[in-house]
């Protein structure tokens, strides 16, 4: 499986952006079910931020979305992950992960570490948070509020720069 990342394109990929987040259902996010208005409003490029398509053999299969990216040397850029229905579980969040894990501490040599954040029933995404290195850093409980009102808890990882340094020696 070839796998790439390239930029999204703003304003340019707005609409693709917002096609791709409708296509989709995302159980583990906020709202589950995007509108194309929800979709926009994530479709929005900021100063603060940066965008990835992932590419598996030249199908646009996911996305990845860098924020907080103005906070690079007191703070933890984070990023938002979203991979097609069909095409989870295929490796591609492993992929994504510890490429964008690589490009940010590249990118921003000030970086000290990342952040990200996951639900407590993520149990997939939380395998690929323990593949990529990342370290489970807190359990906050009934901290994610659900779109139906209900509750589960929020788990806190995170990688620094000297972890990932490592690894890659």
């Given at each position: 499986m070839d796998v790439r990342f390239e930029p999204v394109m703003w304003p340019d990929d707005a609409v693709a952006v917002v096609d791709f987040l409708v296509s989709s259902r995302w159980p583990f996010h906020g709202t589950?079910?995007?509108?194309?208005?929800?979709?926009?409003?994530?479709?929005?490029?900021?100063?603060?931020?940066?965008?990835?398509?992932?590419l598996s053999d030249g199908d646009r299969v996911g996305l990845v979305r860098l924020v907080d990216l103005d906070d690079v040397v007191d703070g933890s850029p984070r990023f938002d992950l979203r991979i097609a229905d069909g095409r989870r579980g295929s490796g591609l969040g492993t992929r994504a992960v510890d490429w964008l894990t690589d490009h940010l501490f590249t990118t921003y040599p000030a970086l000290h570490r990342v952040e990200a954040t996951t639900r407590g029933d993520n149990h997939a995404m939380q395998a690929?948070?323990?593949?990529?290195?990342?370290?489970?850093?807190?359990?906050?409980?009934?901290?994610?509020?659900?779109?139906?009102?209900?509750?589960?808890?929020?788990?806190?990882?995170?990688?620094?720069?000297?972890?990932?340094?490592?690894?890659?020696?």
């Amino acid at each position: 499986m070839d796998v790439r990342f390239e930029p999204v394109m703003w304003p340019d990929d707005a609409v693709a952006v917002v096609d791709f987040l409708v296509s989709s259902r995302w159980p583990f996010h906020g709202t589950p079910e995007l509108t194309a208005d929800d979709a926009a409003s994530v479709a929005v490029a900021g100063d603060d931020m940066a965008g990835f398509w992932v590419l598996s053999d030249g199908d646009r299969v996911g996305l990845v979305r860098l924020v907080d990216l103005d906070d690079v040397v007191d703070g933890s850029p984070r990023f938002d992950l979203r991979i097609a229905d069909g095409r989870r579980g295929s490796g591609l969040g492993t992929r994504a992960v510890d490429w964008l894990t690589d490009h940010l501490f590249t990118t921003y040599p000030a970086l000290h570490r990342v952040e990200a954040t996951t639900r407590g029933d993520n149990h997939a995404m939380q395998a690929v948070f323990d593949r990529c290195g990342y370290r489970l850093e807190g359990r906050f409980v009934e901290a994610w509020r659900n779109a139906d009102g209900s509750y589960d808890d929020a788990l806190s990882y995170a990688i620094l720069r000297r972890e990932w340094a490592a690894d890659q020696a």
